[in-house]
T-cell receptor
Framework: AQTVTQSQPEMSVQEAETVTLSCTYD???????LFWYKQPPSRQMILVIR??????QNATENRFSVNFQKAAKSFSLKISDSQLGDAAMYFC????????????FGTGTRLKVLA | DGGITQSPKYLFRKEGQNVTLSCEQN?????MYWYRQDPGQGLRLIYY???????QKGDIAEGYSVSREKKESFPLTVTSAQKNPTAFYLC????????????FGEGSRLTVL
C-alpha cells in the first residue's frame, strides 16, 4: 500500500526568508501524481502545487517550487520570500495514475511565519 | 459558481444517534471522497466513489456508511457504531483525468455530546 510521510510536525520561518517542507512517499507504481495542499485557519483546503511523476522538470508556482526526486521518493516544497499569509498546515498527497484513484495524505506540517 | 457544498458546518449529536453529513458538487466530477481530520493525524480516507451506485471503503470505514445515488451527491452517515465520531469531516471531488487534483468543501465539524 502507498504511504506518505511528513516528518516535520512544525516548522518556523522568518518573513521574507525561504523554508523547505519535506515529504517522502512509498509506492510500487511508476506513474502517479503528487500534490501539496495548504490548510489555513479557515480549514479550507487549497491546492498549492502538483507534480506528475513522468515529468522530470520540477513544478513551480510563483514563490512555491518542489524538489521532486523520483528515485529517492522524495517531494519537498520550497517556499521563497515567505509571507505572513503562508502560515498554515501543509499536506503532501499522493495519487496513482491508474487503478483505484485513492488520494493518500501525510500527517501535515504546521508552518509558522515570524514577523 | 462551481464548487462543493457541505452541510451543516457544525453539528452536535448525542451518543447513540446517527447523523448524516451532506455533500453536493456541481463540478460534474465522477469521483467523490470523504475524509476525516483529527489533530496530528492528517486526512484519513473514510469512503470514496468513482461512479454512481458504486463506492469503496477507505482506511477507516467502520462506523460510517455512504450512498451515491446521484453523480452530484455523496452523503455520509456517521452511525452509533462509530466509537469516536467527534472530528472534522471533509468532502472532496475529482474528475480523475490528469492532473486530477482534489477539490474540497469547507468541511463539517461534528461534536458528540
Amino acid at each position: 500500500a502507498q504511504t506518505v510521510t511528513q516528518s516535520q510536525p512544525e516548522m518556523s520561518v522568518q518573513e521574507a526568508e525561504t523554508v523547505t517542507l519535506s515529504c517522502t512517499y512509498d509506492t510500487s507504481e511508476s506513474d502517479y501524481y503528487l500534490f501539496w495542499y495548504k490548510q489555513p485557519p479557515s480549514r479550507q483546503m487549497i491546492l498549492v502545487i502538483r507534480q506528475e511523476a513522468y515529468k522530470q522538470q520540477n513544478a513551480t508556482e510563483n514563490r512555491f517550487s518542489v524538489n521532486f526526486q523520483k528515485a529517492a521518493k522524495s517531494f519537498s516544497l520550497k517556499i521563497s520570500d515567505s509571507q505572513l499569509g503562508d502560515a498554515a498546515m501543509y499536506f503532501c498527497a499522493y495519487r496513482g495514475a491508474s487503478g483505484t484513484y485513492k488520494y493518500i495524505f501525510g500527517t501535515g506540517t504546521r508552518l509558522k511565519v515570524l514577523a | 459558481d462551481g464548487g462543493i457544498t457541505q452541510s451543516p458546518k457544525y453539528l452536535f449529536r448525542k451518543e447513540g444517534q446517527n447523523v448524516t453529513l451532506s455533500c453536493e458538487q456541481n463540478l460534474n466530477h465522477d469521483a467523490m471522497y470523504w475524509y476525516r481530520q483529527d489533530p496530528g493525524q492528517g486526512l484519513r480516507l473514510i469512503y470514496y466513489s468513482q461512479i454512481v451506485n458504486d463506492f469503496q471503503k477507505g482506511d477507516i470505514a467502520e462506523g460510517y456508511s455512504v450512498s451515491r445515488e446521484k453523480k452530484e451527491s455523496f452523503p455520509l452517515t456517521v452511525t452509533s457504531a462509530q466509537k469516536n465520531p467527534t472530528a472534522f469531516y471533509l468532502c472532496a471531488s475529482s474528475n480523475l483525468a490528469a492532473p486530477g487534483e482534489l477539490f474540497f468543501g469547507e468541511g463539517s465539524r461534528l461534536t458528540v455530546l
